[in-house]
């Protein structure tokens, strides 16, 4: 256990150099999209009930599967209760952020871009500004793609925090009583009921 903890926190430092202090802007910003798809995918993982095989865990995860995608790990986390809309709200607007980036080679940087300080605006507000501080404490410029560098970090804190907050799913079977899930056993042999219980005429 405590290599494993070793490893996750070698991998947040690791993550947070390509992000923050990256010279790509664009290749940071796609990292650091892929590291909170990647946390998602472990909140779901701690929840959900382990895969019975891999061809089944494939079905869930795996190419084309429904949590195979950012959007899709996201709907998921918040329908179930994992995280709550407002942290939804910051994921579905850097995964918008990161497509544009990912599948578009005509942008360049996000500071020439209103539609980016757009979103970079909303998320901040979402965020309570607090980007700036850490902005401040690396001595870096208060631009719009170092701003959503420091907001995607914050985000990445959250969801590592979340990940250890999360239990598994106790199974339906263990949390109700066979006559809750199928009926009484009167009702499934079919026996008639009681004459009592009929209604008069």
């Known amino acids: 256990m405590a290599h494993k903890e070793i490893d996750e926190v070698v991998a947040f430092q690791q993550f947070v150099q390509e992000v923050v202090f990256s010279g790509n802007e664009r290749a940071g910003i796609i990292s650091g999209a892929a590291m909170l798809d990647l946390q998602l995918e472990t909140i779901l993982r701690r929840y959900l009930l382990p895969a019975k095989s891999n ?26 209760g994992l995280i709550p809309p407002i942290v939804a709200d910051m994921l579905d607007r850097i995964r918008k952020i990161r497509n544009d980036f990912a599948h578009d080679v ?8 209103e539609k980016y300080k757009s979103h970079i605006s909303e998320l901040s507000q979402i965020h309570r500004g607090t980007e700036a501080a850490m902005l401040d404490k690396l001595d870096m410029e208060h631009t719009p793609a170092n701003r959503l560098r420091a907001i995607i970090v914050a985000v990445a804190v959250m969801l590592s925090s979340t990940a250890k907050l999360v239990e598994q799913v106790q199974p339906l079977g263990e949390r109700v009583t066979p006559d809750q899930l199928f009926g009484s056993s009167d009702q499934q042999s079919g026996a008639p009921r009681d004459q009592s219980e009929s209604p008069s005429d």
């Open 55 to 80: 061809s089944e865990d494939e079905r869930v995860f795996g190419a084309h599967a429904p949590l195979s995608t950012f959007s899709g790990k996201t709907a998921m986390a918040y329908r179930l």
């Open 106 to 113: 005509t942008v360049v940087s996000m500071d020439d871009e």
